[in-house]
Nanobody, 126 residues
Framework: QVQLGESGGGLVLAGGSLRLSCATS????????MGWFRRAPGKEREFVAA????????NYADSVKGRFTISRDNAKNTVYLQMDSLKPEDTAVYYC???????????????????WGQGTQVTVSS
Protein backbone atom coordinates (compact mmCIF):
# COMPACT_ATOMS: atom_id res chain seq x y z
CA GLN A 1 0.00 0.00 0.00
CA VAL A 2 1.11 3.55 -0.65
CA GLN A 3 0.44 6.68 1.42
CA LEU A 4 0.06 10.03 -0.31
CA GLY A 5 0.54 13.54 1.03
CA GLU A 6 -0.12 16.74 -0.91
CA SER A 7 1.51 20.11 -0.35
CA GLY A 8 1.91 23.44 -2.11
CA GLY A 9 -1.63 24.76 -1.99
CA GLY A 10 -2.45 28.30 -0.99
CA LEU A 11 -3.99 31.61 -2.00
CA VAL A 12 -2.99 33.17 -5.31
CA LEU A 13 -4.24 35.96 -7.56
CA ALA A 14 -5.85 35.14 -10.87
CA GLY A 15 -3.17 34.69 -13.51
CA GLY A 16 -0.67 33.42 -10.98
CA SER A 17 0.95 30.03 -10.55
CA LEU A 18 1.25 27.30 -7.96
CA ARG A 19 3.09 24.01 -7.89
CA LEU A 20 1.53 21.15 -6.00
CA SER A 21 3.58 18.21 -4.81
CA CYS A 22 2.47 14.73 -3.83
CA ALA A 23 4.99 12.88 -1.72
CA THR A 24 4.49 9.17 -1.30
CA SER A 25 5.59 6.64 1.25
CA UNK A 26 5.11 2.95 1.84
CA UNK A 27 5.80 1.49 -1.56
CA UNK A 28 7.71 3.02 -4.43
CA UNK A 29 5.40 4.76 -6.86
CA UNK A 30 7.28 3.60 -9.94
CA UNK A 31 4.65 0.94 -10.61
CA UNK A 32 1.64 3.25 -10.13
CA UNK A 33 -0.13 5.54 -12.50
CA MET A 34 -0.76 8.83 -10.72
CA GLY A 35 -3.45 11.46 -10.98
CA TRP A 36 -4.74 14.74 -9.64
CA PHE A 37 -8.37 15.46 -8.91
CA ARG A 38 -10.15 18.43 -7.41
CA ARG A 39 -13.40 19.19 -5.66
CA ALA A 40 -14.87 22.65 -5.63
CA PRO A 41 -17.48 23.64 -3.01
CA GLY A 42 -20.82 22.07 -3.82
CA LYS A 43 -19.44 20.03 -6.71
CA GLU A 44 -18.36 16.47 -7.34
CA ARG A 45 -14.73 15.43 -7.37
CA GLU A 46 -13.42 15.82 -10.92
CA PHE A 47 -10.42 14.59 -12.84
CA VAL A 48 -7.64 17.11 -13.50
CA ALA A 49 -4.60 15.26 -14.84
CA ALA A 50 -2.89 11.86 -14.95
CA UNK A 51 0.51 10.44 -15.79
CA UNK A 52 1.39 6.81 -16.49
CA UNK A 53 3.85 4.85 -14.39
CA UNK A 54 6.94 5.79 -16.38
CA UNK A 55 5.96 9.36 -17.24
CA UNK A 56 5.62 8.87 -20.99
CA UNK A 57 1.88 9.55 -21.18
CA UNK A 58 -0.15 12.38 -19.72
CA ASN A 59 -3.82 13.31 -19.90
CA TYR A 60 -5.69 16.44 -18.86
CA ALA A 61 -9.19 17.67 -18.36
CA ASP A 62 -10.21 20.10 -21.08
CA SER A 63 -10.64 22.84 -18.48
CA VAL A 64 -6.93 22.79 -17.56
CA LYS A 65 -5.30 21.74 -20.82
CA GLY A 66 -2.53 24.13 -21.79
CA ARG A 67 -2.35 25.63 -18.28
CA PHE A 68 -1.51 22.70 -15.99
CA THR A 69 1.36 20.23 -16.28
CA ILE A 70 1.65 16.93 -14.44
CA SER A 71 5.04 15.31 -13.95
CA ARG A 72 6.69 12.70 -11.77
CA ASP A 73 10.06 11.92 -10.31
CA ASN A 74 10.10 8.23 -9.44
CA ALA A 75 13.52 8.51 -7.80
CA LYS A 76 11.99 10.95 -5.31
CA ASN A 77 8.62 9.18 -5.12
CA THR A 78 6.96 12.48 -5.90
CA VAL A 79 4.36 13.70 -8.36
CA TYR A 80 3.88 17.35 -9.27
CA LEU A 81 1.14 19.53 -10.71
CA GLN A 82 2.35 22.83 -12.11
CA MET A 83 -0.59 25.20 -12.38
CA ASP A 84 -0.20 28.36 -14.46
CA SER A 85 -2.62 31.07 -15.55
CA LEU A 86 -4.86 30.21 -12.64
CA LYS A 87 -8.49 31.25 -12.71
CA PRO A 88 -11.00 31.73 -9.90
CA GLU A 89 -12.83 28.64 -11.15
CA ASP A 90 -9.73 26.58 -10.32
CA THR A 91 -10.47 27.13 -6.64
CA ALA A 92 -10.88 23.70 -5.03
CA VAL A 93 -9.34 21.10 -2.79
CA TYR A 94 -6.79 19.21 -4.89
CA TYR A 95 -6.19 15.52 -4.31
CA CYS A 96 -3.40 13.24 -5.38
CA UNK A 97 -4.33 9.66 -6.33
CA UNK A 98 -2.53 6.46 -7.26
CA UNK A 99 -3.62 3.56 -9.43
CA UNK A 100 -2.20 0.08 -8.94
CA UNK A 101 -0.15 -1.47 -11.70
CA UNK A 102 -2.25 -3.58 -14.00
CA UNK A 103 -5.31 -1.36 -13.98
CA UNK A 104 -6.14 0.31 -17.27
CA UNK A 105 -4.35 3.65 -17.56
CA UNK A 106 -7.00 5.25 -19.82
CA UNK A 107 -9.64 5.41 -17.12
CA UNK A 108 -9.84 8.66 -15.18
CA UNK A 109 -12.81 8.44 -12.87
CA UNK A 110 -12.37 8.58 -9.09
CA UNK A 111 -13.26 4.88 -8.86
CA UNK A 112 -10.38 4.05 -11.20
CA UNK A 113 -7.83 5.05 -8.55
CA UNK A 114 -6.96 3.06 -5.46
CA UNK A 115 -5.20 5.39 -3.03
CA TRP A 116 -5.84 9.01 -2.10
CA GLY A 117 -4.20 11.83 -0.21
CA GLN A 118 -5.98 14.17 2.19
CA GLY A 119 -6.00 17.10 -0.20
CA THR A 120 -4.61 20.62 -0.29
CA GLN A 121 -6.65 23.81 -0.68
CA VAL A 122 -6.07 26.06 -3.67
CA THR A 123 -7.83 29.41 -3.68
CA VAL A 124 -7.63 31.77 -6.65
CA SER A 125 -8.89 35.29 -6.08
CA SER A 126 -9.96 37.65 -8.84
Amino acid sequence: QVQLGESGGGLVLAGGSLRLSCATSGRAISSYSMGWFRRAPGKEREFVAAVNWIGTRTNYADSVKGRFTISRDNAKNTVYLQMDSLKPEDTAVYYCAAKRYGRRYEAFGPDDFDYWGQGTQVTVSS
